[in-house]
């Protein structure tokens, strides 16, 4: 009898870190997308086109 307790606390402990792991590797993947898209964001936005180029701005000339 008490080595099917410990092994349902294994199998249950296994299961549990699996299923925090999975989670995880979700978080890191949709962080790790909206890093992707904030950082393509925020190099447009430091690269402007040629025609919002400010007047009087010596990269201009």
Same mark, same amino acid.
């Given at each position: &009898? /008490? %080595? *099917? %307790?410990?092994c349902f *606390? *294994? =199998? @249950?402990a296994f299961?549990l870190c699996? =299923?925090c792991l =999975?989670?995880? /590797?979700?978080q #890191?993947g949709?962080?790790?997308? =909206? #890093?992707?898209i904030?950082s393509?964001? &925020?190099?447009? *936005?430091a #690269?402007?086109?040629? @025609?919002v180029?400010?007047k009087?701005?010596p990269k +201009? +000339?």
């Open positions: &009898m /008490e %080595f *099917l %307790f410990i *606390l *294994l =199998l @249950s299961v699996g =299923l =999975l989670v995880i /590797e979700y #890191n949709r962080t790790r997308r =909206l #890093n992707q904030w393509d964001r &925020m190099r447009s *936005l #690269n402007p086109s040629p @025609s180029v400010q009087g701005d +201009a +000339a």
